[in-house]
């Protein structure tokens, strides 16, 4: 979906995982799922991806841009909520990463940004409000690699943007939320009770644990996801 002439496309920054290899670079590198990114142009807006270092602040690098995404990766540092890594957990590669993205998500929320983070980012903004995480679910968890079910709350933004009440999602994560973070609301539930989705009260923010990238080219309700941040992000631009 294009913009109508003289319109600007809404302009999305995605945070990139900085990764000590990526296949046909000589050393480390930055990437972004490509079906994040799709699914950002799917619903009309221009992806652009958000290095781990710059000399920049947070707010300086969101002024160009109208909403950001933070996609999933490796595990939040555990001594970002006071615990030791357990064997199974597997932080990113770089230390940056962590402080970088949540750097970006506190700026996004402190000038009214809209965000939606998934999985990775989702875990991070619990922890950044003071939350907890499991750092390793039971090895037989649905939640590992299978679609499950996650029950909306109906006044959310989630509900609102999906139009369902109840959604079939593509869950892909190792670690859930052990202790919700202060003042976030939960607003989705898998059945097994793990919290699925959070907003902020104060922001236009939706955080989801599971890869609504992974149908959004053929489920509506996950496309619906992007669309809700495009939209929010062209309203904003007005």
Not at 116 to 133: D, K, M, P, S, Y
Not at 210 to 237: I, K, N, S, T, Y
């Amino acid at each position: 979906m294009g913009a109508l002439r003289g319109d600007r496309v809404p302009r999305i920054g995605v945070t990139g995982m900085w990764s000590k290899q990526i296949r046909g670079l000589r050393f480390d590198g930055s990437a972004v799922a490509a079906a994040v990114l799709r699914s950002v142009i799917r619903a009309g807006g221009e992806p652009l991806a958000l290095f781990a270092e710059s000399v920049m602040q947070p707010e300086e690098r969101l002024r160009g841009l109208d909403a950001l995404l933070v996609p999933g990766g490796s595990d939040v540092d555990p001594r970002r909520y006071g615990q030791r890594p357990l064997e199974a957990t597997s932080p990113a590669d770089f230390a940056a990463q962590d402080g970088f993205e949540a750097g970006m998500m506190a700026a996004a929320i402190r000038i009214g940004l809209p965000t939606l983070a998934i999985c990775r980012g989702f875990q991070l903004l619990n922890v950044e409000h003071g939350g907890t995480l499991v750092q390793d679910l039971d090895a037989h968890s649905v939640h590992r690699d299978a679609v499950h079910a996650v029950g909306v709350d109906p006044g959310s933004a989630l509900a609102a943007a999906s139009g369902a009440s109840e959604l079939s999602v593509s869950s892909y994560h190792h670690q859930a939320i052990d202790r919700v973070g202060e003042g976030l609301r939960v607003t989705g539930r898998a059945p097994d009770g793990v919290v699925e989705a959070l907003e902020h009260p104060s922001a236009p923010l939706i955080a989801v644990q599971w890869h609504p990238e992974d149908g959004a080219g053929e489920d509506e309700r996950q496309h619906a996801l992007f669309v809700w941040l495009v939209d929010e992000a062209r309203a904003r631009m007005a």
